[in-house]
């Protein structure tokens, strides 16, 4: 494995679907290691010639049928394939790996939590919440130097969605999904790559509605999918790109891909 580390993730919103944009995105980027959420797909369903030809010979799946699915496609090879029931229901939201520098991988897919944004009238928002209550929990005891990736579905700052105010009841930017969320974040003490290398106020997007016509014009968009580091991970972090011009892909996903890259 060469000294330098190139990781994307990307909510492709169903591989089969979007097969030829995932292909796309490999030929042209060619991550050492590609994070899937929301595959939408059986571990016997999934494309493996897809990503064989390709060189990502190394794939540890988490599949369901319709809904959920993550997945970790490596041109390396990787041990202790790991999946977390944070949502405690088995549902496949969250595959880990560790590479051979020994970096832990999670990948992870949070709930995207409904449209009221109150757990007594809407039990899915409360799951959301209770995701999230894990997570922190199981942070509380990362001790190994570790990369966490995934769809998210909170847009944490001001400047992570197209206008605050407007947002401030919508489920994804309410106040007490940005404060969970915060503590997800103190409790492992983890590195925003996003807003390190795009320091907020600064205008970051990563997923746009399909009810936009135009969403490149209107641009309503929200900062939905993070990456986030260990400290001793973050320091090794020396590019990470959005990469918005596939959200312009034919059949595209409605969240577009991160990529971060590492000298380790």
């Known amino acids: 494995m060469s000294d330098r580390l190139k990781i994307?993730?990307?909510?492709?919103?169903?591989?089969?679907?979007?097969?030829d944009i995932?292909?796309?995105?490999?030929?042209e980027q060619s991550p050492d290691v590609l994070c899937l959420?929301?595959?939408?797909?059986?571990?016997?369903?999934?494309?493996?010639?897809?990503f064989a030809p390709l060189g990502y010979i190394y794939r540890a799946i988490n599949g369901q049928p319709m809904h959920h699915g993550v997945a970790i496609l490596?041109?390396?090879?990787?041990?202790?394939?790991?999946?977390?029931?944070?949502?405690?229901?088995?549902?496949?939201?969250?595959?880990?790996?560790?590479?051979?520098?020994?970096?832990?991988?999670?990948?992870?897919?949070?709930?995207?939590?409904g449209d009221i944004p109150d757990r007594n009238l809407n039990p899915k928002f409360g799951q959301k919440l209770d995701f999230l209550g894990?997570?922190?929990r199981?942070?509380?005891?990362?001790?190994?130097?570790?990369?966490?990736?995934?769809?998210?579905?909170?847009a944490p700052l001001e400047c992570d969605v197209w206008n605050h105010k407007a947002l401030l009841d919508v489920v994804s930017h309410t106040p007490i999904e940005v404060e969970t969320l915060g503590k997800l974040q103190a409790a492992g003490d983890w590195v925003d790559l996003g807003r390190t290398f795009y320091p907020a106020p600064g205008r970051l997007h990563t997923w746009w509605s399909?009810?936009?016509?135009?969403?490149?014009?209107?641009?309503?968009?929200?900062?939905?999918?993070h990456m986030w580091a260990t400290k001793d991970v973050a320091a090794q972090a020396v590019s990470h790109t959005?990469?918005?011009?596939?959200?312009?892909?034919?059949?595209?996903?409605?969240?577009?891909?991160?990529?971060?890259?590492?000298?380790?």
Request: include cysteine; charge should be neutral; charged fraction near 30%.
């Open 8 to 19: 994307a993730s990307w909510n492709i919103n169903s591989v089969r679907f979007r097969r």
């Open 22 to 27: 995932v292909e796309q995105f490999l030929r």
């Open 37 to 50: 959420q929301e595959t939408k797909a059986r571990d016997t369903d999934f494309p493996h010639d897809l």
């Open 74 to 113: 490596s041109r390396i090879p990787f041990t202790e394939d790991l999946r977390n029931d944070w949502q405690d229901n088995g549902e496949a939201r969250h595959i880990g790996v560790r590479l051979p520098n020994g970096l832990r991988l999670e990948n992870v897919y949070i709930p995207a939590g």
């Open 134 to 136: 894990r997570m922190t």
């Open 138 to 154: 199981w942070s509380e005891n990362v001790k190994d130097k570790t990369l966490i990736v995934g769809d998210f579905n909170v």
């Open 210 to 225: 399909y009810r936009a016509k135009d969403w490149a014009a209107s641009d309503r968009g929200r900062r939905l999918d």
């Open 242 to 264: 959005v990469h918005e011009p596939c959200r312009s892909w034919v059949k595209p996903s409605d969240h577009v891909p991160l990529v971060t890259e590492f000298t380790f």
